[in-house]
């Protein structure tokens, strides 16, 4: 500032040594002043001129270029550059820091809601957006409660008791849960934090509706062992010995029940354990259709008549234990649910460079809205009739699980009262030659 004011006092001495002293001694005195007035007016217009550039900066923004000035403006143009420009790098640090910031708000597994104390939206991550169906861009500024009316949100906003989240269902999303958290901060600033818990939500209702019905499956025939058993133990020499055989085939076959329940139970906990097939080898399909028709005979005991057809080429890469028990599951069902008298065809073909397993029976069939669900463990569509041809409920879901490990898919056509057609189908790149 001092240098300023020196500079002034020096052009002002040099204003009146240079130009009024001149003038004064050679014109007189009056002559001086006037050329003091004239000379101080050219250095106050010089001012307004500068001045008038300054106002004009100032009203536009501030990446503007600054006016050039000469002498004292020179140094209040550079002073103000300097500042400008150390703004400016303040801001492009500052908007970088804050664009770092929304990154990450956006990359958030969960979503993020910013409120103020009037509950107007200050900010919205995409997350958040659909967990709400809202748009950052149209609702920002809005009420929260406009936007999220639920009785459940509304009261547990008013209520102000964050410590525990809020289980949300019911929100414009269907079949969304959420779990919904505020968080306040600054000053009387808050965050609403959403996760998405359905699959969570799902996967505890599955292993409930799984332990209630391995509980029931087990119930029945946990029931008539210890029936009989008991009956037996208490009792023995009230029975004769025919009595007690019928009982004890009673218990023989619920035993069996049970074990068939429990290995299958084996089974598809190893399955969905998720590791890769164990053992992948080459399969001879031919073999081991051979030895699968052998047992679905057995097992039909000559009610049905069953034709085993092979195409070329018949090896497929793969786990060979597991093939061949996702292949008898088949044709044991499609005997299971065929009358007698009825025809059963176990066929594998190469069509369109896909290999597949068919097997088609001309049984009961299955309603088609019972298609989707098949697989799924325990789904019947007769329960009595799966439980007195031995059926765990668990065959399909086996199936399943062994042709996705294989990056099979199963394909299920059936009509009720003409029969069903199961065709397991392997990718080429499956098929050896
Ligand atoms: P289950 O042990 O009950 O047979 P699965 O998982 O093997 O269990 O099959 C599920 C259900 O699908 C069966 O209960 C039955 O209702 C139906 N199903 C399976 N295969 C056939 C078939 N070939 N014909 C008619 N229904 C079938």
Redesign the pocket.
């Known amino acids: 500032m001092s240098a300023i004011w020196i500079r002034t006092l020096w052009l002002l001495l040099a204003v009146v040594c240079l130009v009024c002293a001149p003038v004064a001694i050679v014109l007189g005195v009056t002559t001086g002043l006037a050329a003091l007035v004239v000379s101080l007016l050219l250095v106050l217009g010089w001012h307004l001129v500068h001045l008038q550039q300054l106002l004009g900066w100032l009203e536009g923004g501030l990446d503007n270029p600054l006016p050039r000035g000469r002498g004292v403006w020179e140094v209040i143009f550079a002073g103000l550059h300097r500042r400008v420009r150390i703004r400016l790098s303040q801001q492009q640090v500052l908007s970088e820091t804050l664009e770092r910031f929304v990154r990450a708000f956006q990359a958030l597994p969960d979503g993020v809601i910013a409120f103020d104390r009037h509950r107007h939206i200050d900010w919205i991550n995409e997350r958040a957006e659909m967990h709400f169906a809202l748009s950052a861009a149209i609702d920002r500024g809005q009420a929260l409660t406009n936007l999220i009316r639920h009785p459940d949100f509304v009261t547990y906003l008013d209520g102000g008791n964050y410590a525990e989240p809020l289980i949300y269902r019911g929100g414009r999303v269907k079949g969304l849960t959420l779990m919904l958290q505020i968080i306040p901060y600054g000053i009387d600033q808050n965050l609403l934090v959403s996760r998405d818990i359905s699959q969570i939500e799902r996967t505890e209702i599955m292993r409930r509706d799984f332990i209630a019905n391995v509980s029931h499956e087990l119930k029945t025939p946990l029931t008539v062992v210890a029936g009989f058993s008991e009956m037996l133990a208490d009792d023995y020499g009230a029975y004769v010995d025919t009595e007690i055989k019928h009982y004890l085939s009673l218990i023989r076959e619920q035993t069996a029940r049970m074990q068939r329940l429990i290995e299958d139970l084996l089974t598809l906990s190893a399955l969905e354990s998720g590791g890769p097939a164990p053992n992948e080898e080459r399969v001879e399909l031919e073999a081991m259709l051979h030895s699968v028709l052998a047992e679905a005979r057995v097992l039909s005991a000559g009610r049905h008549e069953i034709t085993l057809s092979i195409e070329k080429p018949s090896a497929l890469f793969g786990c060979a234990n597991e093939l061949r028990s996702a292949f008898a ?1 088949l044709a044991g ?2 005997v ?2 065929t009358p007698p008298g009825g025809r059963i065809e176990l066929i594998w073909r190469v069509q369109q460079g896909f290999g597949e397993f068919v097997v088609a ?1 001309t ?4 309603a088609e809205q019972h298609l989707p669900r ?1 697989t799924e463990r325990f ?4 329960r009595s009739r ?1 439980r007195e041809t031995g ?7 086996i199936v399943k699980h062994v042709l996705t490990r294989h990056l099979a898919t199963l394909e299920i056509e ?1 009509e009720p009262g003409k029969g ?1 057609h ?1 065709i397991a189908r392997f990718p080429a790149h499956c098929l050896l030659a």
Do not use: E, K, P, Q
């Open positions: 599951n069902n499609a299971r649910y029976d049984g009961i069939g299955i098949l789904y019947r569509v007769d799966s059926g765990t409920g668990l065959g399909l879901a059936s069903s199961f």
